[in-house]
């Protein structure tokens, strides 16, 4: 099995978040329009990645798909688990409860709290059922960001 | 390779992932009293609030068992351990042979020595039993006292306090979540809990659960008892009529729920030559002291990465990672531990409280800081210890606190930036460059190490 | 403070109904123009600072920005003209030279526009170029007056000579000037297009040694990285005298751009202002240029090229005719239009010639003094396109220099504030989180994209006049004809009339 994830490069990420802004579009009501994502989407996701920066240094950080994630063992209801098929880590929506655990647990702060009526842990998900590329990886305007597959 | 496995809680379910990350033939045999597939223990308040069904408490999906090849044996109590024939003794007699046995008994309610306490009327909250008695006499307007403002305590106020009962929080500590929180991070979680309509009476000893005399006794903390002390509550068998506190006053309650913390269930492993001291004495790699013999979860004793010393860590991310471990080297593995870090995640009544390690200690050895806006629910609690960070809480906002609890596993020195520490905006760029390249957890403790 | 009296050359206009506050634009601006204002809960703008470089505009994920000149206007006036109004306040305010970056951008004839070219038509077959091979392979150097052959061999060896693939190369700019990853991306398009890019008076940085064989670096008055490591490292050693952006000026690198990385370039103090004087201070005549021309050969053992750049200016011909006598294998002339990061603004927009007038009259004098075989001609300074490089080599240039066309093909969005070190684009700049704005993979892709457009362009336009190689076009004046030029203009390029 090999996993995939999407990966930084720190020469070239520019801080801009365009990333983020096109992870919220795609993970919104509209997935392929960041106008109504914005305007339109009372839900509206928040990022699933996060742009960190001192100085000079930035970088788009996101799920590195652990193999050994500690989100998923700190997981209170087994909402958090590693796809069987796709090895990646993965939320089920419906049994999250947002309690936070894997926030807490995560050694990236990868794992953002979510938004809404209904809040659930919030990962990057690589765009998985709607797109080819993650809409960062496409989206980002100085080429920092790529799939990375990885053999397990 | 036969494996028996005594519970079926995270440490058990961990265990056998465990094993069959080595051993995907083995036999293995579960064996749990509960006669509830596994699920989830801190779901029990979401049940009782009516946020999540029953077949929603599956801590893993109805086809666990099948697609990891587990026999399971649920309803039914191990009685007993016959170490030297490698042997486990059911209640009902059957006896199941092991290579290698683990015990993932987890841990039950501390029994309050208070009188009264044997009383219909009065609940705990650590099982699903438990709240499927209770959500049969939570109802609006009823009024109920919880004692003990442990995190079970508060979750299971809040649960209570959402369907409407009229809930009086009781604790002799002089704030909510004593255990892991300092005086100011309590007094937010106090003022929450006080918006949600909870009354707390902070600072007082219970002294009796007041009944109607004529009710049926049962023996206080049994464990087989239970069924049948709740059965009478719910047939009426009963009338609690209040609780009766230290400093003398009384309050009229139609039932209670006791939340004062945990024991460990050692009792299966006593004569069996397992060490044991408050929990069952466990090495890194979830080892007992005999042979063939493994303790993971609530129930074990092993090593505190933070406190340097064996303890009982009853929290669920460490039940998982020792019931992993202890599950490869059942099945011929080699991971250590290098220790647990207490780690909670609970959200009050809609305020997030995150804490790990030394979350509210003081000392001589420590240097603590804080900051934040209790007024506007945040709050940010650090401690360090030799220029390490030893504990942390958060309050209000728990973002990428995953980063500070892996600093407290990675032991690194953060006295270059510990004022940072205290930023909500901390993340991975304040870290100083060496430590930041050797950023890798991807396969857990072992990457970080090796690098 | 007294009130500026300066008003605001753009006007930034949002969308609110496409603006979502994502502050992308906030945090693209160097300038200062976008903000957050917690008041508000909206992003605002200021006008005053924007200096129209269209990074907002390009980046905003919504297209909610726009850039328009500011709508106010000064009373019409054929003679003070807003930007002279406007410089006198600045200056009134500041008491200082007006800096600027980029070429002249006055309205000064632009004769590329005036030039047509020549088709086949019947007598003469066209050659389409995807059918048949079409030559553009330009050889750069020293051409020998004859071949003596001995043994079925040359009896001397040919000197040595620049191998374009493509008769374009990247101008000299300097790390310091442009930023590392400017310069990388163009040395790393050169490389893969087989034409060369010039270091600059700025010495080589390690991260572009790997592409020095494509190098040509650069001797100039502040003699900035020379060593003989530095000389040999390159392809070509060209001494610059002259740039066209500000013929009779030195350089001058502020000591907040001199950082670590530009320091152990250029083999100067950390923080210490960069200077490169207006003259060569060993050069004061032609025997003078001789003798660093020869002791550059001589360091590089005969085996390099060594050219000289010098400025289009008035008397360009005789100071052309001297370098080649002088020994200069290439001669590099660069005209007014020609870009700087950083020029008077006066003697960007008011000394010089421009390139197309100061070629054809190098060529003519060369060819006249029967030395045009001495040293390959390469010009600069406004080549905007393929066909300025066509014209240009009909003119009689061997090869065309660009920065300013490869700079834009990089982001570049010509708004003259290179001075300021501030490049939204991250060109010109060394602040090392604005550097990453250029990502060097798609820079180069980006640059050599450009030569490789060109270069199809130019095999069209020749196969069109009936030319297979492109040496049969070099200072083939009759391929080209003046339109809307006076006698006199003719009369220099060399040119007939259109119709004649």
Not at chain 3, 3 to 10: A, D, G, I, T
Request: net charge neutral.
């Amino acid at each position: 099995m090999s996993s995939k994830r999407v990966v930084w490069n720190e020469e070239a990420c520019i801080g801009c978040r365009l990333c983020q802004v096109h992870c919220v579009t795609a993970h919104s009501r509209f997935p392929g329009d960041v106008l109504k994502a914005f305007k339109l989407d009372p839900q509206r996701p928040v990022p699933r990645l996060v742009v960190e920066e001192t100085g000079p240094l930035s970088f788009a950080l996101s799920c590195r798909q652990c193999e050994e994630p500690e989100c998923v063992k700190s997981c209170l209801t087994g909402a958090l688990g590693i796809d069987r098929q796709t090895g990646t880590v993965k939320v089920e929506e419906a049994r999250c409860i947002g309690c936070w655990t894997c926030v807490v647990a995560c050694p990236y702060g990868a794992i953002r709290a979510g938004a809404g009526d209904h809040p659930v842990a919030s990962k990057c998900d690589l765009c998985g059922e709607t797109r080819s590329v993650p809409a960062c990886v496409e989206f980002c305007p100085n080429e920092a960001l790529r799939v990375e597959e990885r053999g397990v | 390779m036969r494996y028996v496995i005594i519970g079926n809680s995270t440490a058990a379910i961990a265990a056998v992932e465990g094993i069959r990350r080595v051993d995907a033939q083995g036999a293995i045999t579960l064996v749990a009293d509960e006669a509830y597939p596994t699920y989830s223990r801190p779901l029990i308040s979401y049940y009782l609030e009516g946020r999540v069904a029953e077949e929603d408490m599956g801590y893993r999906p109805p086809d666990f068992y099948a697609r990891q090849g587990v026999q399971v044996r649920l309803g039914v109590r191990a009685a007993r351990v016959e170490a030297s024939s490698r042997r486990v003794v059911l209640e009902d007699g059957d006896e199941l042979e092991y290579d290698r046995l683990l015990i993932a008994t987890g841990s039950r309610p501390l029994a309050l020595p208070v009188p009264g306490l044997e009383r219909p009327g009065v609940f705990y909250f650590n099982r699903f039993d438990d709240v499927r008695a209770l959500a049969r006499v939570a109802a609006p307007r009823r009024k109920a006292a919880v004692v003990g403002a442990g995190l079970t305590g508060v979750k299971a106020a809040e649960a209570l306090a959402r369907v409407g009962v009229h809930v009086t929080l009781v604790d002799l500590a002089p704030y909510p979540l004593s255990a892991v929180l300092d005086p100011a991070g309590g007094e937010m979680v106090r003022r929450r809990l006080e918006t949600a309509g909870i009354t707390l009476r902070m600072g007082c000893a219970l002294e009796e659960f007041v009944g109607d005399s004529r009710t049926a006794q049962v023996f206080p903390g049994e464990w087989q008892d239970l069924k049948e002390k709740y059965r009478r509550c719910l047939v009426g068998q009963h009338r609690l009529t209040g609780v009766r506190l230290q400093d003398g006053s009384s309050l009229q309650v139609d039932f209670a729920v006791v939340a004062a913390g945990v024991v460990p269930n050692v009792e299966v492993a006593e004569g069996t030559g397992v060490e044991i001291h408050r929990g069952i004495l466990v090495n890194e790699r979830m080892e007992t002291s005999v042979e063939g013999i493994y303790a993971a979860g609530d129930v074990a004793e092993g090593w505190d990465l933070v406190r340097k010393e064996r303890r009982v860590i009853a929290t669920l991310p460490n039940a998982y990672r020792q019931g992993e471990i202890a599950g490869v080297n059942m099945a011929g593995g080699n991971l250590a531990f290098a220790g647990g870090v207490a780690m909670n995640s609970v959200n009050v009544c809609g305020l997030h409280v995150a804490s790990a390690g030394l979350s509210n200690a003081e000392g001589p050895e420590l240097e603590v800081m804080v900051a934040g806006d209790p007024p506007r629910w945040r709050y940010r609690r650090i401690t360090l210890r030799e220029g390490r960070l030893a504990g942390f809480a958060c309050i209000g906002n728990v973002g990428r606190a995953g980063i500070l609890t892996a600093l407290i596993r990675a032991e690194v020195d953060v006295r270059p930036f510990q004022l940072r520490l205290l930023d909500e905006g901390f993340g991975l760029a304040d870290l100083p460059e060496p430590v930041r390249r050797k950023w890798d957890w991807e396969r857990g403790e072992r990457s970080w190490a090796s690098r | 403070m007294a009130l500026s009296m300066r008003v605001p050359s753009y006007q930034v206009h949002r969308n609110p109904q496409r603006c979502i506050d994502c502050q992308v634009c906030v945090r693209q601006c160097t300038y200062g123009v976008h903000a957050w204002d917690e008041d508000f809960q909206a992003v605002v703008a200021d006008d005053a600072k924007c200096v129209n470089c269209h990074r907002c505009v390009v980046f905003c994920p919504t297209g909610a920005l726009a850039v328009t000149p500011a709508p106010h206007t000064f009373v019409p006036n054929a003679n003070w003209r807003s930007d002279d109004l406007r410089e006198v306040y600045l200056q009134a305010e500041t008491g200082g030279t007006l800096l600027v970056g980029m070429g002249n951008d006055r309205p000064y004839k632009i004769f590329w526009d005036h030039l047509l070219l020549n088709a086949s038509q019947v007598t003469n077959p066209s050659i389409d170029p995807l059918r048949e091979p079409v030559e553009v392979k330009t050889l750069l150097g020293r051409k020998p007056d004859a071949l003596h052959l001995s043994g079925g061999g040359l009896q001397e060896p040919l000197p040595p000579e620049l191998e374009l693939e493509v008769p374009i190369m990247f101008s000299a700019m300097s790390f310091g000037s442009v930023s590392l990853n400017t310069q990388k991306s163009l040395a790393r398009a050169a490389v893969e297009e087989g034409t060369y890019w010039n270091c600059g008076e700025g010495g080589l940085h390690p991260d572009v040694l790997p592409y020095a064989h494509r190098a040509i670096v650069q001797v100039a008055s502040g003699r900035f990285g020379v060593s003989v490591d530095y000389l040999n490292a390159g392809a070509a050693v060209e001494i610059k005298i002259g740039q066209g952006a500000k013929p009779g000026i030195g350089g001058h690198l502020p000591g907040e751009k001199v950082g670590d990385e530009v320091s152990r370039t250029r083999m100067i103090p950390l923080g210490s202002d960069a200077i490169s004087p207006a003259p060569h201070h060993d050069i004061y005549s032609i025997e003078d240029l001789r003798q660093l021309i020869n002791s550059l050969k001589e360091a590089t053992q005969h085996r390099k090229p060594v050219g000289v750049k010098i400025a289009a200016v008035h008397n360009v011909a005789a100071i052309a005719s001297g370098s080649v006598r002088a020994g200069a294998d290439f001669l590099v002339i660069d005209g007014f239009r020609g870009g700087t990061g950083a020029a008077p603004l006066r003697i960007r927009d008011n000394v010089g010639i421009p390139i197309e007038l100061a070629l054809a009259a190098v060529d003519s004098r060369l060819r006249e003094e029967g030395i045009r075989n001495h040293a390959s001609l390469v010009v600069s300074g406004g080549i905007r396109n393929s066909a300025d490089v066509i014209k240009a080599i009909a003119l009689g240039a061997d090869a065309v220099n660009i920065a300013t066309a490869a700079l834009i093909a990089l982001g570049c969005h010509m708004c003259q504030m290179c001075y300021r070190g501030r490049c939204t684009w991250g060109i010109a700049t060394t602040d090392a989180a604005l550097t990453k704005r250029v990502n060097p993979d798609i820079g180069a892709r980006r640059a050599a994209n450009l030569l490789r457009a060109w270069k199809h362009e130019i095999k069209e336009m020749l196969g069109g006049m009936g030319i297979n190689a492109i040496e049969s076009l070099r200072g083939n004046r009759l391929a080209l004809r003046g339109i809307g030029l006076s006698e006199r203009e003719l009369r220099i390029l060399g040119v007939s009339a259109a119709g004649e």
